[in-house]
């Protein structure tokens, strides 16, 4: 059987040619990496599973925190996870959800898993959530309340897109 060779890209040598075994063991070691960089940001964290749970302990959190508590309408979650110290928190649930947020007539897409880091009065560095805008999906990557309060709540798209609305939009049951 003839050996498959892949074009290694590496800014740093001279480009070099290698086999389907090596590219296949580096990308097995950048999984690992990125599996190894997960369980840091994991590190001592408070994890909750089922759904009654994961969803009060999901409102805790957003209550301590300072944002409304409508900000993840979520189905079916599996798995909370908050780690205090950093902020960071991971949901875990069945299935994407879809949801309508009508006073403001968005749709919003939360994907099965979802991680962030939690501030007061913020979410940062979002991964899992997108807007629709027209026939496009993009992601949002931050949002924020006013302090002091002016009843506004402020979402981020990675291509710094900022969208603004009443943060009354995102109370429970919305």
Known sequence: MP???HRSIDSSSPSKLIT???ARL??????????MAMAAE?????????????????????????L????LPL???????????????WIAQRGQVQHQFKKIGKQVSYDVQISAYVQPKA?????????KELMLWPPINEMSVDDPPTGKIHFKSL?????TFPVEAFAAGQ
């Open 3 to 5: 050996m498959t060779r």
């Open 20 to 22: 389907t075994k090596q």
């Open 26 to 35: 580096q990308g097995q070691s950048s999984e690992s990496g990125r599996a």
């Open 42 to 66: 994991r590190e001592g964290a408070v994890v909750t599973t089922g759904h009654d749970e994961c969803m009060k302990a999901a409102a805790a959190m957003l209550e301590e925190f300072g």
């Open 68 to 71: 409304p508590l409508g900000l």
């Open 75 to 89: 189905a079916d979650v599996q798995e909370l996870g908050f780690v205090r110290d950093t902020g960071y928190f």
């Open 123 to 131: 979410i940062k560095k979002l991964k899992g959530v997108k807007a």
């Open 159 to 163: 291509a710094g897109v900022t969208k």
